[in-house]
């Protein structure tokens, strides 16, 4: 089993974000609407899009010291739509990014990655979904995932561009894999 795709995914739309400043603390509220504007086939095992709208409140925080340690985490939980190409509902999700690195202008290098957790059960037609395997067992289909990796990125101006590899681990009911960033 196995599957690639490459192209753009869904877009995210911020109608506000909200943020305070301090000489080392910075924080960020808003909320994150994920429109389906991916690519999506029911034949597909890998798409760019998940084929539904997500609305996700989410809270940001960095701290940088005056020597350069950076901690950085945002913190999100997703609403999701139903997928009307499937009558496909994702239950509801926590899920954090975070960074712990070190700052010399512009560079900065460290480690990061995310943490995900299912908190509410995915359905199809109302009903919860199975999990797969030779007993299938109405539990909801939650995922889970955790990654880490490292990360570099390269502040320009006003521009900031930032590589990173994340390592996923404690998988379940999702695909796993090994993450490559670009932005």
Do not use: C
Not at 30 to 43: L, N
Not at 92 to 117: A, C, M, N, R
């Amino acid at each position: 089993w196995g599957d690639n795709r490459f192209g753009l995914g869904d877009i995210i739309f911020d109608p506000f974000i909200l943020s305070w400043h301090s000489k080392n603390w910075h924080f960020a509220t808003g909320v994150d609407i994920y429109a389906p504007t991916g690519a999506f086939d029911t034949d597909r095992l890998a798409n760019t899009s998940r084929n539904y709208w997500t609305f996700e409140p989410i809270f940001a925080f960095t701290y940088i010291a005056d020597s350069g340690f950076e901690v950085s985490s945002k913190f999100m939980y997703d609403f999701n739509t139903t997928n009307g190409d499937t009558d496909y509902t994702s239950g509801q999700e926590f899920h954090f990014d975070y960074l712990v690195g070190y700052q010399i202008k512009p560079w900065s290098i460290g480690l990061s990655g995310y943490y995900y957790t299912q908190v509410t059960d995915d359905k199809i037609d109302g009903d919860v979904v199975d999990s797969l395997g030779p007993m299938p067992v109405s539990d909801g289909f939650k995922g889970q995932v955790f990654a880490i990796g490292p990360s570099i990125k390269y502040d320009y101006k006003n521009m900031t561009f930032n590589i990173k590899y994340q390592h996923e681990m404690s998988v379940e009911n999702k695909p796993e894999g090994e993450k490559f960033w670009f932005k």
